[in-house]
T-cell receptor, first 112, second 114 residues
C-alpha cells in the first residue's frame, strides 16, 4: 500500500520542549516538503528537500529543523524557539520533475 | 508569502447546483493547480492547468486560467454532498526552477447541503 504516512496524528508539546514529527513515503519520490497550516489559512512552506542529505529553508523556517538522511524519510523538529507551534503540519512529496505534490494525512500539534 | 487569494472564502449551495470559486495570483506562473482538503485531512490534487492553457476539464471539474488577469476559476458542476471540503489553488512560480515549490491560496470552504 503506497503512500505518505505521518505520525503521530496528534502531538502535545510542553513549553521549552523539542518535538519531532515523522514523515515517511514509499513512493520513491525524490523531493519532500513540510507545510504549516493555521486555522482557516492556506499552507506555508517550512522546509523542502530535493535530494538526500540536502534541504532548503522555505518561507517560515525559523524555529524548525529537518534532516534527510534517507530518501523515504523527512522528519521535522519543532524546537523550543518556535513560540507559536500550534498548527496542523502537512508533509508532501513529489516524483522527479513532476508538477504535483502528494500529501500525507497531517499531524496536529498542540501546546500544553 | 502567499501568492493566491481565493474568493469566496466560504460557499454554501444545495446539492445539484454548480459551485464556482476563484483564485488570483501576483506573479508569472508555470502552472496553477487545484487541491481539495477534507476537514482535518491532507490535500488531494484535483487538476493542473499550464500557463499556456486557457481551459481544462476533468469529470465534473472545469478550470479556466486568464494569465492577463492573473486569475483562475474552478467550477464544480452538479455538486454532491461528498464535495463538501476546502479547495485551494496553488501556483508554481515562473523561475522557481525544478524546486517544485508551490504557493497556496487561503482556500474556499464549500458546503454542499443534501
Amino acid at each position: 500500500d503506497g503512500g505518505i504516512t505521518q505520525s503521530p496524528k496528534y502531538l502535545f508539546r510542553k513549553e521549552g520542549q523539542n518535538v519531532t514529527l515523522s514523515c515517511e513515503q514509499n513512493l520513491n519520490h525524490d523531493a519532500m516538503y513540510w507545510y504549516r497550516q493555521d486555522p482557516g489559512q492556506g499552507l506555508r512552506l517550512i522546509y523542502y528537500s530535493q535530494i538526500v542529505n540536502d534541504f532548503q529553508k522555505g518561507d517560515i523556517a525559523e524555529g524548525y529543523s529537518v534532516s534527510r538522511e534517507k530518501k523515504e524519510s523527512f522528519p521535522l523538529t519543532v524546537t523550543s524557539a518556535q513560540k507559536n507551534p500550534t498548527a496542523f503540519y502537512l508533509c508532501a512529496s513529489r516524483l522527479g520533475n513532476g508538477e504535483t505534490q502528494y500529501f500525507g494525512p497531517g499531524t496536529r500539534l498542540l501546546v500544553l | 508569502s502567499q501568492q493566491g487569494e481565493e474568493d469566496p472564502q466560504a460557499l454554501s449551495i444545495q446539492e445539484g447546483e454548480n459551485a464556482t470559486m476563484n483564485c488570483s495570483y501576483k506573479t508569472s506562473i508555470n502552472n496553477l493547480q487545484w487541491y481539495r482538503q477534507n476537514s482535518g485531512r491532507g490535500l488531494v490534487h484535483l487538476i493542473l492547468i499550464r500557463s499556456n492553457e486557457r481551459e481544462k476539464h476533468s469529470g465534473r471539474l472545469r478550470v479556466t486560467l486568464d494569465t492577463s488577469k492573473k486569475s483562475s476559476s474552478l467550477l464544480i458542476t452538479a455538486s454532491r454532498a461528498a464535495d463538501t471540503a476546502s479547495y485551494f489553488c496553488a501556483t508554481s512560480q515562473y523561475g522557481s526552477g525544478n524546486t517544485g515549490k508551490l504557493i497556496f491560496g487561503q482556500g474556499t470552504t464549500l458546503q454542499v447541503k443534501p
